[in-house]
């Protein structure tokens, strides 16, 4: 006897098409029995090994020439010493140059200019978490005096994400099995499966202190795990 289509989750129908890919490729295929629709998540963590900050300088000058070639002179400072320090050209990329003028406001006069603020920015990729707040310091040291981060990632996600996929995939056919089991019925098939796309989140940077005196300790950047998740939409034909 054919059997009434059931939808958890979604309206019965007899044909459907469905997402068979994160780019919305639809398939429609008809279901002989019962049709479940289930969602299923697979995450893993992984330690981040990749830290992204920014360091910059500030200076100020009477001009507005002054300013910028004071702070061109300081940042090329800046990176000589994560050269040096292993960070490579690729890594290492302007990530804002700003001028601006000082004004002094006096009753019943217009606004003089007094002076020029220069900001150099780089945002810097490291590598080698462990070393970066060391780096760091050194910046500092020879003129860095904006430091902004760290933002914590994972250079290569794809393999952790495939890892996240096989468990949501097991997830959404163990969660098929059980609605099965309570229905009195089994699990034919896996008729599609939709992922919605794999993530993690990124934490947004968090200011630094510089460390200010010479005996306190070294600045360190602690990397900690990061969440990886995949979200799938499965269909399955029961009987």
Do not use: C, W
């Not at 490729?25 to 029995?33: L, P």
């Not at 002179?73 to 010493?81: G, K």
């Amino acid at each position: 006897m054919r059997t009434s289509l059931i939808a958890l989750g979604l309206a019965a129908a007899t044909a459907f098409a469905a997402p068979a890919s994160a780019q919305q490729a639809s398939i429609t295929q008809s279901i002989a029995g019962t049709r479940l629709d289930v969602s299923a998540t697979g995450e893993v963590t992984r330690v981040p090994d990749i830290a992204v900050i920014n360091a910059g300088v500030t200076t100020r000058s009477a001009t507005a020439g002054g300013a910028l070639r004071e702070a061109a002179n300081r940042m090329d400072r800046v990176r000589s010493e994560l050269r040096k320090a292993g960070v490579e050209d690729r890594d290492i990329q302007t990530s804002n140059i700003s001028l601006g003028a000082n004004y002094v406001y006096e009753n019943n006069q217009p606004p003089r200019i007094n002076g020029y603020n220069a900001s150099n920015q780089l945002s810097i990729r490291f590598r080698d978490i462990a070393n970066a707040g060391k780096i760091l310091d050194v910046l500092v040291a020879v003129g860095a005096n904006e430091i902004n981060g760290p933002s914590l990632t994972i250079d290569h996600p794809e393999a952790a994400l495939d890892e996240a996929r096989s468990k949501a995939v097991a997830a959404g056919r163990a969660r098929a099995d059980l609605y099965a089991r309570a229905m009195g019925l089994r699990v034919v098939r896996i008729v599609s499966v939709s992922e919605s796309g794999g993530s993690y989140p990124v934490p947004p940077p968090m200011p630094m202190m510089m460390r200010a005196e010479a005996n306190q300790a070294d600045t360190k950047v602690d990397p900690g795990v990061q969440k990886l998740q995949v979200n799938l939409a499965m269909t399955f034909e029961l009987q």
